[in-house]
């Protein structure tokens, strides 16, 4: 399995970034792919995640701010985040399972968060005023 995040870089306060995550080797029917990203110090957040069925979901958190959504031809999850602010920079990971079950723990707990197997190496957001 390889995930390779794009996309990240510096944007002032109130811009929008798109992130990209090409995902490969995951089962085509069985699989749960999610955005996270982590402050220093901090354990890794969910913020989106795609089942194989094509259902999506954003963490509350973030809702309002940032859309993810699948190419529709390739096996990309983009993520979508607009009204950046300072307290969105991070290191922004990608990450995945082989598991459409995992999808359906709830994306805020540590479950959801070890249930992932597969991780990117990350894209960094830094966002300025």
């Known amino acids: 399995v390889q995930l390779v995040e794009s996309g990240g870089g510096a944007v002032q306060t109130g811009g929008s970034l798109r992130l990209s995550c090409g995902f490969s080797g995951l089962p085509a029917v069985t699989y749960c792919v999610a955005w996270f990203r982590q402050f220093p110090g901090k354990e890794r957040q969910a913020l989106a995640k795609l089942r194989a069925n094509g259902q999506t979901y954003v963490a509350e958190p973030v809702q309002g701010r940032f859309t993810t959504s699948k190419d529709a031809n390739e096996n990309i999850l983009y993520l979508q985040m607009n009204d950046l602010t300072s307290d969105d920079t991070a290191q922004y990971y990608c990450?995945?399972?082989?598991?459409?079950?995992?999808?359906?723990?709830?994306?805020?707990?540590?479950?959801?968060?070890?249930?992932?197997?597969?991780w990117g190496t990350g894209t960094l957001v830094t966002i300025s005023s």
């Open positions: 990450a995945a399972v082989a598991s459409s079950e995992v999808c359906s723990y709830d994306i805020r707990s540590n479950t959801f968060r070890l249930g992932m197997r597969y």
